[in-house]
């Protein structure tokens, strides 16, 4: 059965998507059994969040902890416990290498160049995101076509050459509007930075607010230029994959 969906608080075609959402998570978790969503514990992935543990759907949820989260962003673990009582596997990254990048760089050697910034996204999500899907065979993320123009090319589902896994994104033709719409009708827990002017949210040192009329990936590496703004976690290999929306569309 699909999540109870508010139909007096959504349109028939936000609540239409919503249903075709769970049945496309459903498909995903008949599909693969061990598959997990890597939550940046921002809005869409707080979607999915719902989407899965309101269900009970066999998916894992887990978070990057770069160790340079604001506080808002890490005290979403603990709303996601105080609302689903589901805790967040977290993955950090090597001390070692954190040690040997500031020793060498500095703690803030990012804003320098893109190769350090690279770099350091390269130790801090990178590597702790392969470590998290070493053991699945298909992760799930919440990037939606309309957040930027490096995410224009988005497919539902995709093969991840990189990593010889399927990776989805459910939330591929999702509007912002209808994001938020989803979010407010089921009164899901939300980041407090996004109503500061934060639509997407990285690391702190890394994310500003973005002013209107940007794209909601602008505040993320503001200082680079438009096309490098990715932080290698998902620039791997990609491969689209049809789908045939009638398998997934409820009945
Ligand atoms: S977003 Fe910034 S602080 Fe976070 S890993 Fe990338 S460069 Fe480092």
Redesign the pocket.
Known sequence: MSAAVPSDSLTPELAAKAERLDALLDSIAARHANVKLASSLAAEDMLLTHAILSRGVKIGIFSLN?G?LHAETLGMIDRVKERYGYDIEQFRPQAAAIDEYVASHGL?A?YESVD???R??E???VEPLNRALSNVSAWVTGQRREQSVTRAELHEEEHDAARNIAKFNPLTDWTEAEVWDYLKAFDVPVNPLHARGYPSI??????RAVRPGEDSRAG??WWESRDTKE?GLHITTITPIAVDRSENTPA
């Open positions: 770069t340079r803030n990012f350090l910034r690279k350091c996204c130790i801090r999500k990285g690391c702190e040192p890394c994310t993320r590496w932080c």
